[in-house]
């Protein structure tokens, strides 16, 4: 601050996601994965919107999340608890702004596949936490995607989350391609919204 004057712009950017099964995970695996993947948002936040909110200038928070916080993949879900707080915070810290005219616009990125070292992120897991079940993998080589993979560099999703900044958007979609399985996720919830009650009950 010093340098360049007030904060106007955080992205929380980062993150780590090795392959496991839920049945195999450790709990040194959960504690590394949401220490990341949370935790450093978590901590973001808490560092920098009252710098935002303070000099009464306005500003802008991007939070990372993922495809996998809108739609389950096998073998993530360490990741996905992960990504799908980061989508709990990000929401309703855009509806209290909003609420309280914190001055500060949110964004929720969920990328799907970009050209980012996260498949060999298992370099940067802490020596004490090395006994653990995850590991590390190349999206190319994964069979969750019907069709072929559009692949996005960082240049790309950085020119989208700029314009998200600009125009203040909620989301940021990267792959509107993998949009059947979050359709078919929000329907079953709707689904189960309509269900009757047991026992005749009124809803």
């Known amino acids: 601050m010093s340098a360049f004057g007030n904060v106007h712009i955080l992205c929380n950017n980062a993150g780590v996601g090795p392959f496991a099964t839920v049945a195999d995970l450790r709990l040194e695996d959960w504690r590394w994965l949401i220490d990341v993947n949370l935790w450093g948002v978590i901590h973001g936040v808490h560092s920098f919107l009252p710098l935002l909110t303070e ?3 306005g500003g802008h928070i991007v939070n990372t999340s993922s495809m996998a916080a809108l739609c389950i993949v ?6 996905s608890v992960t990504k799908f707080g980061v989508a709990a915070l990000t929401e309703t810290l855009r509806i209290e702004s909003e609420l309280y005219g914190y001055g500060v616009g ?6 799907g596949p970009v050209r980012t070292n996260i498949g060999r992120s298992s370099r940067n897991r802490p020596n004490n936490l090395t006994d653990g079940a995850l590991g590390d993998f190349e999206l190319e080589d994964t069979n969750h995607f019907d069709g ?3 692949w996005l560099s960082g240049e790309d999703v950085g ?3 700029v314009q998200a900044i600009k125009t203040n958007a909620p989301y940021v979609i990267t792959h509107p391609e993998f949009a059947d399985p979050v ?3 929000h329907a079953a919830i709707e689904a189960a919204m309509q269900s009757p009650r047991p026992g005749g009950l009124s809803r």
């Open 55 to 57: 000099h009464g200038e």
């Open 74 to 79: 096998p073998h993530l879900a360490a990741y």
């Open 106 to 111: 949110t964004s929720l990125l969920c990328p």
């Open 148 to 150: 072929p993979v559009p």
């Open 159 to 161: 020119e989208m989350v």
């Open 183 to 185: 359709i078919a996720r």
